[in-house]
């Protein structure tokens, strides 16, 4: 005879939101803006910092505002494709699916916040500076921190569509 451990029961964490255990929260706004302001002071810090180093400020691409946009279109598709699926036809995701484009979408809600303000804050370091290439730097940056504003609205649009609506007949 094997001698196995009791089973012991996990203490559970009194939880004052009235939902079942195991359901996920959706992204709180103010932890987005705690990213976006992140981002913010990082993105003005780029630029003086990189001129007491003696060294150019990166110079934004169209590449990059780009694929911020072409990213707030997949998700705003996926958002839109996960709505259809789940409200309006009544199919069911698997719960791995349904988990893996939640995560995604709070990944995804998180980076493009903080990007957002990095991009708006080496932006607005732009503003009046005499330097050649300063105009570009202001207007590709501002085209890229609004594609990353969208990509952050798609990512928490997926996020409700990833919810299941509850069935008042179901039993508990």
């Given at each position: 005879?094997?001698?196995?451990?009791?089973?012991?029961?996990?203490?559970?964490?009194?939880?004052?939101?009235?939902?079942?255990?195991?359901?996920?929260?959706?992204?709180?706004?103010?932890?987005?803006?705690?990213?976006?302001?992140?981002?913010?002071?990082?993105?003005?810090?780029?630029?003086?910092?990189?001129?007491?180093?003696?060294?150019?400020?990166?110079?934004?691409?169209?590449?990059?505002?780009?694929?911020?946009?072409?990213?707030?279109?997949?998700?705003?598709?996926?958002?839109?494709?996960?709505?259809?699926?789940?409200?309006?036809?009544?199919?069911?995701?698997?719960?791995?699916?349904?988990?893996?484009?939640?995560?995604?979408?709070?990944?995804?809600?998180?980076?493009?916040?903080?990007?957002?303000?990095?991009?708006?804050?080496?932006?607005?370091?732009?503003?009046?500076?005499?330097?050649?290439?300063?105009?570009?730097?202001?207007?590709?940056?501002?085209?890229?921190?609004?594609?990353a504003v969208v990509a952050a609205v798609a990512a928490l649009v997926l996020e409700r569509a990833c919810?299941?609506?509850?069935?008042?007949?179901?039993?508990?």
């Amino acid at each position: 005879m094997r001698d196995e451990p009791p089973e012991v029961e996990e203490p559970r964490r009194p939880d004052d939101s009235g939902e079942p255990p195991g359901n996920l929260r959706p992204t709180a706004v103010p932890v987005l803006l705690g990213w976006a302001v992140a981002g913010l002071v990082a993105g003005w810090a780029l630029h003086s910092l990189c001129e007491r180093a003696g060294t150019v400020p990166p110079l934004v691409s169209w590449a990059q505002p780009v694929a911020l946009w072409l990213m707030a279109a997949i998700l705003a598709y996926t958002a839109w494709a996960t709505w259809r699926s789940v409200q309006v036809r009544r199919e069911r995701l698997l719960p791995h699916q349904a988990v893996n484009r939640f995560v995604l979408a709070r990944a995804c809600a998180m980076v493009a916040a903080l990007v957002a303000g990095g991009y708006l804050g080496y932006a607005l370091s732009w503003i009046d500076d005499p330097a050649e290439m300063a105009g570009d730097r202001l207007v590709r940056s501002l085209v890229a921190a609004a594609g990353a504003v969208v990509a952050a609205v798609a990512a928490l649009v997926l996020e409700r569509a990833c919810r299941v609506r509850t069935d008042p007949d179901a039993k508990a």
